[in-house]
């Protein structure tokens, strides 16, 4: 079945740095990779996501880059704010079911 | 408001016993899914229907038992088979775009 590696597991920024998350995964029939934000006690939200047709995509100050050949995809924050501070999950698709990786909690700091 | 109610939102329960946390979505989906996550294990799928009267097993299904008699509710029963049932539980659904829909999760802990 499909892995999916997520790193680092812990990424600490000053306010206004950027901040990536890395995800590698191993099924070459994965063609959607959406990544989801969970905050304290509360359900993931989705805040982006990539198929396999595209290489990136961007929304406001997120953006994620997919590189099929490599099998990994990346998900960039730029121009941080406390808000940002949360557990964020990538995730890999092959029909119906979906993969995720172990979580990257991001703190940022003032 | 469209979305997915899970409850109760934190439960205890005894060793030995059954408990039953309730999904229910009103985004008519067809697809929903039970997953449970673990501090640093990230999200994992333990059940899953894709339509009314039918579900399937996901990867660690073992101790669990789910019904789907209606569209909008996907209930999970956590058995007393199920050895370290402490965690958090997360219902989703999916949507027609690809995107799942979470509800806000559900802590039990064992006593």
């Known amino acids: 079945g499909e892995n999916v590696e997520q790193h680092p597991s812990t990424l600490s920024v000053q306010e206004g740095d950027s901040a990536v998350i890395k995800c590698t995964y191993s099924?070459?029939?994965?063609?959607?990779f959406p990544w989801y934000k969970q905050e304290l006690g509360k359900g993931p939200q989705l805040i982006i996501d990539?198929?396999?047709?595209?290489g990136e995509k961007k929304d406001q100050r997120i953006a994620v880059t997919l590189n099929k050949t490599a099998k990994h995809f990346s998900l960039h924050i730029t121009e941080t704010q406390p808000e940002d501070s949360a557990v964020y999950f990538c995730?890999?698709?092959?029909?119906?079911?979906?993969?995720f990786g172990t979580g990257t909690r991001l703190q940022v700091t003032l | 408001d469209g979305g997915i109610t899970q409850s109760p939102k934190y439960l205890f329960r005894k060793e030995g016993q059954n408990v039953t946390l309730s999904c229910e979505q009103n985004?008519?989906?067809?697809?929903m899914y039970w997953y449970r996550q673990d501090p640093g294990q990230g999200l994992r799928l333990i059940y899953y229907?894709?339509?009314?009267?039918?579900?399937q097993k996901g990867d660690i299904a073992e101790g669990y038992s789910v019904s789907r008699e209606k569209k909008e509710s996907f209930p999970l029963t956590v058995t007393s088979a199920q050895k370290n049932p402490t965690a958090f539980y997360l219902c989703?659904?999916?949507?027609?775009?690809?995107?799942?829909?979470f509800g806000e999760g559900s802590r039990l802990t064992v006593l």
């Open positions: 989703a659904s999916h949507g027609q775009s690809g995107e799942l829909f």
């Open positions: 995730a890999a698709s092959t029909a119906s079911k979906l993969t």
């Open positions: 990539i198929r396999s047709n595209v």
């Open positions: 099924d070459s029939a994965s063609n959607y």
């Open positions: 985004l008519n989906h067809d697809a």
């Open positions: 229907s894709q339509i009314v009267n039918d579900f």
